[in-house]
């Protein structure tokens, strides 16, 4: 299935109201982790309340040690600062990543905005080296407006 093709299933998603807004991300990363055959790993982090710091949402994949990740470290922690895509063809070649998994090639993070606020990100890891392309962030900038119309 390609990402266009995902765009209807994301939306009606999102729409599923009898669901709590945790469950309706949840069913979001399982729908990309099994139509997308290079996401293995699909997680969301949220600001955690005041804090200089992104705590883990729902995610599908590896269990994580990263529950809690300090503004400013790994990809994650960069994106919190900068509120810019970051696309990473190869963690190998990051300074500051914190890995998650030996098998992870390649990460690529696109926050979401509530009210011009950067409130959060989706966080997908990679075993394919380099996979992501343009599509890739148009899609989930596409996954994390639809998102964002639902925490606020």
């Known amino acids: 299935m390609n990402l266009q093709e995902l765009k209807p299933e994301i939306k009606s998603i999102i729409e ?13 990363c399982e729908t990309l982790e099994a139509n997308i055959s290079y996401y293995n790993w699909v997680g969301f982090y949220f600001k955690n309340g005041d804090k200089n710091e992104l705590k883990l949402g729902p995610y599908v994949g590896e269990p994580t040690d990263h529950t ?27 300074d500051n990543y914190i890995a998650c998994s030996i098998t992870v090639k390649a990460e690529i993070v696109i926050p979401i905005f509530v009210n011009d606020e950067n409130i959060g990100q989706i966080d ?15 899609f989930l900038e596409f996954v994390c407006k639809k998102v964002a119309s639902i925490l606020n």
């Open 124 to 138: 997908i890891d990679s075993n394919t080296p380099d996979p992501f392309t343009e599509a890739d962030e148009r």
């Open 68 to 94: 809690i990740i300090p503004f400013g470290k790994g990809i994650c922690g960069q994106v919190a600062i900068s509120n810019k895509n970051f696309v990473v063809p190869d963690v190998a070649a990051q």
């Open 16 to 28: 599923q109201s009898n669901l709590s807004v945790d469950q309706r991300l949840l069913k979001i």
